[in-house]
């Protein structure tokens, strides 16, 4: 079963990945998290995500600010009912010092397993200015790999990125792969029109896509 959605700096959906064993998947872009986040700042996006599973960060800063407000956010959720668990990814490899950053994943320990360890996408490294963050969970029996991604802006055309999306489930192909982040291009775009060849749907706004094999 695999999927691909995206979000525009806000928290926007809950998908079951698995009817038996459903998981709550949030992405949210939270521009630029890291130490200019204030306390209360921490406790509101805790309070708005603490319902679900697994949530996708895009924009955590590069510097140690960022990784520190990933732990950050962790704690203030760790103190509302459930464990949870984090992994940050290492410095995008961008040509512009401005727009390097990190990516995160949170997870409620006692529903998911992060399986291996998370990795950023190097294949395409040169093609993708920030290049995409993985990492593999399991819940009970099922296994599936989170792929968090932020595009160029609209005005640098994403789509000039977003074309090599296509490429992934072949690149992995033993992986539930599950694509999430911003992706600043419109469900309409062409771009997405070869992984709806492969099998990939529009479920909702925002072009959320998934497929079931």
Known sequence: MK????QFYILFLITNLYAQ?????ASWNLENFGK???DSVIEFIATTVKDYDVVAI???VAGYGGSQAVANLSDALNRKGSKWDYTVSNPTSSNNSYKIERYAFIWKTNKLKKIGDAWLEKQYSFEIDREPFFATFK???KVFTLVTFHAITKAKQPETEIKYFKFLPAEYPNLNLIFCGDFNCPQSHTVFNPLKAMGYILIAHNHI?????
Not at 3 to 6: K, V
Not at 209 to 213: A, N, V
């Open 139 to 141: 819940s009970m029996d």
């Open 58 to 60: 895009q924009e955590v």
């Open 36 to 38: 200019s986040k204030t």
């Open 3 to 6: 999927y691909i959605f995206s």
């Open 21 to 25: 064993t459903p998981i709550s998947v």
């Open 209 to 213: 896509l998934f497929s079931i094999h």
